[in-house]
């Protein structure tokens, strides 16, 4: 089954400084990866996602993500936080009827 | 610009009401889409896939006469909370892609049963 894991529930950085949010994933066949996130009272909005390729994916508002097949990880990281990137994380992989299953989120909290 | 549109994005309503939800794809022809839960403070789960022209395929547990899914038409699916009673309050979001694109999300209701 396809699945996705998110071991931090908070993560906490200053602005300026780097942040990392962590997922892994536990997958049959290929996997199709994708980081969400999303604003209160609001949907998902898509960040960047894996299919094939180079391991390092860029996506929207400059995060980026890094897929490391031995470790099964994919890792969402930015160089350098802003205040307004607060909110919450979702890292998702595709389901079998191309629906998307979510990881439990991290919450980011960015302090100026 | 917002590519799924969903609505009402908030009802408050008394127990035993029906509500309905729409999730309309804006600018492509959806065949298939998507709707999910979502508890405070937790993340997404997946209720049902919403098919065109056919009947909805739902999740391990979840009623299908509590939460009908209609999908008439290539560009709208909606939900319906019947009956509804407190215990069904929650954050509902729709999504619905391309097929093999990533999955455009509504920007959910928020259900209010008192």
């Known amino acids: 089954a396809q699945s996705v894991a998110q071991p931090e529930d908070q993560v906490n950085v200053a602005e300026g400084n780097p942040l990392t949010v962590k997922c892994t994933y536990s997958?049959?066949?290929?996997?199709?990866l994708f980081w969400y996130v999303q604003y209160p009272n609001r949907g998902l909005q898509f960040l960047l996602k894996?299919?094939?390729?180079?391991?390092l994916v860029k996506g929207s508002y400059g995060f980026e993500a890094e897929f490391n097949k031995s470790q099964t990880s994919f890792h969402l990281k930015k160089p350098s936080a802003l205040v307004s990137d607060s909110a919450l994380y979702f890292c998702?992989?595709?389901?079998?009827?191309?629906?998307?299953?979510f990881g439990a989120g991290t919450r980011l909290t960015v302090k100026p | 610009g917002a590519v799924v549109s969903q609505h009402p994005s908030r009802v408050i309503c008394k127990s035993g009401t029906s509500v309905k939800i729409e999730c309309r794809s804006l600018?492509?022809?959806?065949?298939?889409m998507f709707w999910y839960r979502q508890f405070p403070k937790q993340s997404l789960m997946l209720m049902a896939t919403?098919?065109?022209?056919?009947?909805?395929?739902?999740e391990q547990g979840v009623e299908k006469d509590k939460f009908l899914i209609n999908h008439a038409s290539l560009t709208l699916s909606t939900l319906t909370v019947t009956s509804a009673h407190p215990e069904d309050s929650s954050f509902y979001i729709c999504?619905?892609?391309?097929?093999?694109?990533?999955?455009?999300f509504g920007d959910g209701t928020r259900l209010s049963i008192l």
């Open positions: 600018d492509f022809q959806a065949t298939t």
């Open positions: 997958v049959s066949g290929n996997p199709y």
């Open positions: 999504s619905a892609g391309r097929a093999g694109q990533p999955q455009h």
């Open positions: 998702a992989v595709r389901g079998p009827s191309n629906d998307m299953r």
């Open positions: 894996y299919i094939t390729g180079d391991n």
């Open positions: 919403s098919n065109e022209g056919s009947k909805a395929t739902y």
